[in-house]
């Protein structure tokens, strides 16, 4: 190795560890550094070599501002030809780059171990390539914006290895997995679960030929053993729905009568799906540091490996922000806005003044979440009391096994339950310190078979919804007059709703369920209860209300939030950029955004 590269490595290597040390030291809202960009003076002792001719590329070696350091090809400001980034984390790629972007075939390691080599587009992990996980998970085979999509194989550390079809990240369509202990089976999958028809066959010869349902048998089957002899039935994990007829060989002497299916569920249940490596970070989220030399006066810019223009917003893996500035920031906005308005095709006079995206995007303040909590001698407390006790009887309500397949009764608006709550209590329900009431619930086969096809935990169901802390009420942002609840977790919103509206529900209700149960990822509400609570006395009021998902529960950090409706009438917020913060909710006009997807998820978005 030469003096002169020897040099190079020493001083990236000083360099990484001065910002491992000021990564300890900083604190801010993000758990995150924010380190300042660095003048043109202070890069003259960086290293900067190669020889810049005009209009082509050139190899260069670079310690950048933040402690990475590159070495490779060099144009236009960018890593462009084959290269080598390292990350002061340990992550690494090697491989090929194009306008500062990871496309073509490279090498990505983490720290962990963990390593991909195969091709890249626009920053992801995107076409043919091998994951070999610090666990020892080895996948070869497709890859769509960094998950497994397409053919492909996974032998996972433990010997088990599947050998089929994914989608979006999990086993979907045909595949076969065999376990270590030479059990396999090759049929249907379906998110990441045995689902549809397939066969099992046990190492000892036994099969089973049949229909699946979360990763066990459902439907009609038939069990064969290797002398000939076989059941065929219909099976299911309810002992009071299995029916089946055993047919023993000639050569069988005498029928095993110890056998039943329920034997076949306790073998199959011993049988586990691996889940497999969880990625730390993808290579699309690692950042590419502020490079600008004194020679040839560069624009600064900070660019993601994918090719994306940082718009001051914090992501979830994000490890660094190297956008703030102490001093001369303005400079920096207005590159940074001129760049973001060319990302989206937006004029750079004609940008909406109102939401200027030159001016950094405000984090969200440490302050106390949306709404009232409803506590004691609040005026809706027993109100509260009252649905609680409601949704522990209805969830918790023995009921039969139900297949996805309902009944044209089942979704009957005539179909409900009422159910009274004395304070004394009853055969059937709870004492209580409310006041006496009458709970309704409507078409709760249906409902209930929603949450089970929505995977919803029943008790964790009630624990969101009937547990120890209190629900918030949120007063209606619209025009409908509604009020909306929300669990403690943020997982549930609960709306109050019109007779009116209730009518039309049901109405739909049928037309719904047939929706999400054939597009399993439609972007639709989830809904999983429709109830009411009558208030005996003179008012005979009754309060209708209805059980969603909260869509705006996530681990990202919400900086904007629009309410769009496909109309321009009235369709704009009557505040201007300092009057917004974060709960604002922001209408058509104000959004100028343009949303660009990967061609496959596109096509799937539009389906």
């Known amino acids: ?123 992801y992990m995107d076409g043919s390539g091998t994951y070999i996980g610090s666990n020892g998970d080895t996948y070869k085979g497709k890859w769509v914006m960094n998950m497994k999509h397409g053919h492909g194989i996974l032998n996972y550390s433990n010997g088990d290895c599947y050998d089929g079809e994914w989608r979006r990240g999990l086993q979907e369509g045909h595949g076969k997995y065999q376990w270590q202990n030479k059990n396999y089976y090759i049929g249907q999958w379906k998110n990441g679960v045995i689902f549809g028809k397939g066969t099992f066959v046990w190492s000892n010869g036994n099969t089973y030929d049949g229909y699946w349902e979360d990763g066990m048998p459902k439907g009609n089957g038939t069990y064969q ?48 799906i691996c889940v497999g490596e969880r990625v730390s970070i993808m290579p699309s989220q690692k950042r590419l540091a502020t490079w600008y030399s004194s020679k040839g006066g560069d624009k600064p810019r900070r660019m993601s490996v994918d090719g994306r223009v940082s718009v001051g917003v914090e992501r979830p893996l994000d490890k660094m922000s190297l956008w703030e500035n102490d001093g001369n920031s303005n400079g920096l906005r207005q590159v940074r806005r001129d760049l973001d308005c060319e990302l989206l095709g937006i004029p750079h006079n004609d940008a ?13 303040k ?44 089942a979704f009957d608006p005539k179909d409900k339950i009422w159910t009274r709550f ?3 209590g009853s055969k059937y329900t709870p004492p209580h310190q409310s006041y006496e009431f009458k709970w309704k619930d409507y078409c709760p086969v249906v409902f209930r078979t929603l949450r089970k096809l929505f995977k919803v935990d029943p008790a964790d169901y009630m624990i969101s919804i009937c547990g120890d802390n209190a629900l918030r009420e949120l007063s209606s942002p619209g025009k409908s007059g509604s009020f909306f609840y929300l669990t403690d977790d943020d997982r549930y919103m609960i709306k109050t709703m019109k007779k009116s509206e209730v009518k039309m529900f049901l109405r739909m209700l049928s037309a719904y369920y047939n929706h999400v149960r054939s597009f399993e990822n439609t972007l639709v509400i989830k809904y999983y209860g429709l109830h009411c609570v009558k208030i005996p006395g003179t008012t005979q009021k009754k309060v209708r209300f209805i059980i969603m998902g909260n869509l705006l529960r996530s681990d990202y950090t919400i900086h904007r ?47």
């Open 561 to 607: 939030r629009f309410d769009l409706k496909g109309s321009s009438l009235g369709r704009i917020t009557e505040k201007n950029e300092f009057e917004t913060d974060n709960t604002t909710i922001l209408k058509d006009l104000d959004l100028n955004f343009i949303f660009k997807l990967q061609k496959a998820w596109y096509q799937e978005f539009c389906w």
């Open 225 to 272: 053993w290797p002398d000939g002899s076989f059941y065929v039935g219909n099976w299911s994990k309810d002992p009071d729905e299995q029916n089946g007829t055993y047919y023993p060989s000639e050569s069988s002497l005498a029928a095993n009568l110890e056998w039943g299916p329920t034997t076949v569920y306790k073998e199959i249940a011993g049988c586990k």
């Open 1 to 123: 190795m030469s003096k002169e590269h020897s040099g190079v490595l020493r001083a990236w290597e000083s360099t990484m560890r001065k910002t491992q040390a000021a990564k300890k030291r900083a604190n801010n809202i993000f758990g995150i550094t924010s380190m300042a960009n660095v003048t043109n003076n202070d890069l003259e002792d960086d290293t900067d070599k190669g020889v810049s001719i005009s209009g082509e590329a050139y190899f260069a070696e670079k310690i950048l501002p933040n402690g990475d350091y590159y070495t490779g090809q060099w144009y236009d400001n960018f890593p462009d030809g084959q290269g080598k980034y390292l990350w002061t984390d340990g992550c690494m790629y090697l491989g090929e780059w194009h306008k500062g972007k990871t496309m073509g075939k490279g090498r990505f390691s983490w720290p962990s171990g963990a390593s991909y080599e195969g091709e890249f587009k626009a920053g």
């Open 366 to 409: 440490l302050e106390k979440r949306q709404g009232e909590t409803i506590s004691k001698g609040h005026r809706n407390y027993e109100l509260m009391l009252n649905l609680q006790l409601g949704i522990r009887h209805s969830v918790g309500r023995p009921a039969p096994a139900t297949s996805f397949d309902l009944k044209a009764s």
């Open 352 to 364: 909406n003044p109102k939401f200027n995206l030159g001016l950094p995007l405000k984090a969200p």
């Open 422 to 424: 004395p304070r004394e």
